[in-house]
């Protein structure tokens, strides 16, 4: 295990970065959902398998790479697997849909708003016991997220995403009955974890410009998006957003949201998310990876993030150094662990400031 040399924990890095004040290093938050167990020798079902589980490899990904935040994933599928939807179980790999609760649109009346709360979800049960053991026990030393879905992407995992995107066009009545069963579901779940005391991370990849466009983002998710916020806040937690691949087209409109921090994928240039969102919010991003964290060697991992660093360190409401997106579970242990050597070779580092000296002793 290689030793790390941070002179600061998380918290106190957090804290006093955001207060303006000079820390040993950028904050860095690789996003190692899917990695994670790997990193820790054990395939990625395991930490489904308990909560116990869960906190185990969040610990011992921190004790290894000295991460900036732990993550619980209630995951893409939570509130269609709450309302019925049948997800594989994989050994290796985030749980894919076998069959949605809905096959026909019309039947979006016969959907329990109910069956997402902690007292009749197993699965959030489990996924909010984590969260509050890692309170407990790291709180001190590092803040935890819970990883949840976004409107369009909780729509897609009750009813199949192609024959959604259909129905937008030819039934857009039913697809808002739909997206609207989605947002108060994502609003109980939001407030379950709000009420651990953990930050709330949304990830919407079916809002993707990649899949939709400009004007479905301000018809279809935006507008329900933008409830999420103040059910967050009012627990006094933040709330993260991340859309997959090209955002460039509403990057400004994303901000509407309301979110607190704003994750861009590797599509988007951190040049133009400092630009355009930087004296809003912190940017987060974004190694990419798949070409350098998964295909990448430890080298082409340390040009890109020290490329990003330059890039966007100066960022005026700050940067917190990530990947574009979840780190796929085949990438290179030495690859992540590369990615946060390359964080401490800049440093110290102070909010807005882009002045950075590469430390020879790394």
Known sequence: MKKRKDQMTSNERMQAYFEGKEVDRLPAMPMIDSVGPRLIGEKNRFKRLSAENQVIVQKQCYELLGLDGLSIEYGLHGIGQACGTVLGDPENCAPPVVKHVLDDL???????????????????????????????????????????????????????????????????????????FSTDALIAVSEEFAKCGVDIFICDPVASGDIISEKAYRELVLPYTKELAPAIH???????YHICGNTNKITAAMLESGCDMLSVDVKVPLLSAKEIAGSVVPIIGNVDPINT??????????????????????????????????????????????????????????????????????
């Open 234 to 240: 009012k627990h006094g937690v933040a709330m993260g």
């Open 106 to 180: 019309r039947d979006v009346d016969n959907l329990d708003p109910e069956c997402v709360l902690r007292k009749n979800d197993p699965w959030i049960d489990m996924c909010a016991t984590a969260c509050e053991m890692l309170v407990e026990q790291m709180g001190d030393t590092v803040g935890t997220s819970a990883s949840l879905t976004g409107p369009l992407t909780a729509a897609a995992s009750i009813y199949p995403i192609t024959k959604l995107l259909v129905a937008s066009r030819k039934k857009p009545e039913l697809v808002h009955k739909l997206l609207r």
């Open 293 to 362: 964290m998964m295909l990448g060697t430890p080298e082409e991992v340390r040009e890109e993030v020290l490329r990003n660093i330059a890039d966007c360190a100066d960022s005026p409401n700050g940067y917190i150094v990530s990947t574009g997106c979840d780190i796929p579970v085949d990438a290179p242990v030495e690859n992540v662990l590369a990615f946060m050597d390359a964080v401490r070779e800049c440093g110290p580092a102070k909010l807005g400031s882009g002045n950075y000296k590469i430390n020879s002793d790394k």
